[in-house]
């Protein structure tokens, strides 16, 4: 699986994965990268390619007919362990869906076909970060730290290094999302 890293806080939303090519030859892995709400949400999916492609067209299915972030993370979270059940097909699929609510209050929402859904809504002062590797979560952690968290583009440089340094890929994808003042 490719890394995906997301840090929140209550004002902004930075996500950054290395993006794959699937190559149509072979069932392998893709990452997709879709802004669901232009400067306020996105969605990533990371894994089957097959899966990422159907996960990705019913979020923006969702967001025409009106569903919140929530809601859509919660749906497609059911059908993830319904439909594209894990321990059935052997196949893995994991995702963020990001943004700013109605309200403006700054929400991530991890989903999987192999964990529950979890979600995240950091307050004003709070910072919530997220790797999908154990390990590469603490480096992360670390490189907040040294970069810095008062403002996206400290964090997005502590999320760039940390991909950097594991050599993953030439390729990233990188989205930095701002409460309008």
Do not use: W
Not at 43 to 62: E, F, R
Not at 65 to 77: M, P, V
Not at 123 to 147: I, T, V, W
């Amino acid at each position: 699986m490719s890394l995906l890293t997301i840090v929140a806080r209550g004002n902004y939303i930075s996500v950054v994965t290395e993006c794959l090519e699937s190559n149509p030859q072979i069932n392998e892995e893709s990452v997709k990268f879709l802004e669901l709400i232009p400067d306020t949400a996105i969605i990533v999916l990371n894994g089957d390619k097959d899966y990422v492609g159907m996960g990705a067209d019913a979020a923006a299915t969702l967001v025409q007919q009106g569903f919140n972030l929530k809601e859509i993370a919660d749906s497609l979270q059911t059908s993830f362990h319904n439909v594209l059940n894990y321990h059935v097909s052997g196949r893995e699929i994991e995702g963020i869906i990001a943004g700013f609510s109605t309200n403006g209050t700054s929400q991530y929402h991890i989903i999987s076909n192999i964990n529950g859904l979890e979600s995240y809504y950091p307050g004003r002062s709070e910072c919530f970060y997220y790797a999908n590797d154990p390990k590469q979560m603490l480096e992360l952690e670390k490189l907040l730290k040294m970069h810095g968290i008062a403002t996206a583009e400290q964090a997005q440089a502590a999320q760039l290094h940390l991909l950097t340094n594991l050599h993953v890929s030439q390729r990233h994808c990188a989205s930095i999302y701002q409460k309008a003042n």
